[in-house]
């Protein structure tokens, strides 16, 4: 198990941008694979963002694709997601997830083994 800390929640009008970080507690950082998950109210846990174990690999929803960007930085056991052009759509609580091994592709939910607390992104028309 990784324990995960996400960051960088917020209120944000419509167009503007965030960037979340997450530091994981972990001595083998770089044989996880990571990814961002949202959780809008009402609605099931949705993988938004994925990248691979070294970070050459990444991997986004078509809801997101060309707006948001997922890194990592495996010298910091942190890892990133830059938000822009928000939408009102995508207000959830998002989290920061690991799973062991040389993942290929967005991962669902239910893929991953390990889980932040969760930060609130919430963007205003």
């Known amino acids: 198990q990784v324990q995960l800390v996400e960051s960088g929640g917020g209120s944000v009008q419509a167009g503007g941008s965030l960037r979340l970080s997450c530091a994981a507690s972990?001595?083998?950082?770089?044989?996880?694979?990571m990814g961002w998950v949202r959780q809008a109210p009402g609605k099931e846990r949705e993988g938004v963002a994925g990248?691979?174990?070294?970070?050459?690999?990444?991997f986004y929803a078509d809801s997101v694709k060309g707006r948001f960007t997922i890194s990592r930085d495996n010298t910091k056991n942190t890892l990133y997601l830059q938000m822009n052009s928000l939408k009102p759509e995508d207000t959830a609580v998002y989290f920061c997830a690991a799973a062991h091994g040389s993942w290929l592709g967005l991962l669902d939910a239910h893929d991953y083994t390990s889980w932040g607390q969760g930060t609130q992104v919430t963007v205003s028309s």
């Open positions: 990248i691979s174990t070294g970070g050459s690999g990444t």
């Open positions: 972990t001595t083998t950082y770089k044989s996880y694979y």
